[in-house]
């Protein structure tokens, strides 16, 4: 099975000849290099965050029920939900979605069991 490639770089390859089977093989040499140094960075960025105690990004952290109803009880005390959402770091709708998840779970596990 050959590959030709019609247009790099001005030039054709076709790797069912010798010239272009080597320049097909020094450019997956190429890449596969820059994909190593690539990895090599992101290791050493990560590993320099890690040290310097910053955030690696990821998921966000998972608030629990207690923190939820806090942020109701401040909400119910006046507090704008806006400044109550950012200072637990998520929007404003976050906020509202998990506060209704969370009273329909204090709602069913106030229903009486068949």
Not at 4 to 16: A, H, S
Request: glycine residues 8%.
């Amino acid at each position: 099975m050959n590959l030709r490639v019609l247009n790099l770089g001005g030039g054709n390859v076709d790797t069912g000849t010798p010239m272009g089977s080597m320049v097909f093989t020094v450019m997956a040499a190429l890449a596969q290099m820059e994909l190593e140094i690539k990895r090599e960075r992101v290791n050493d960025s990560n590993t320099k965050r890690r040290t310097a105690g910053l955030d690696l990004g990821g998921r966000r952290p998972i608030f629990s029920d207690s923190q939820i109803a806090n942020a109701r009880r401040l909400i119910k005390q006046g507090q704008p939900a806006s400044h109550v959402a950012r200072d637990l770091g998520m929007s404003r709708a976050t906020l509202y979605r998990r506060i209704a998840n969370l009273d329909a779970q204090q709602l069913i596990a106030t229903l009486p069991r068949e």
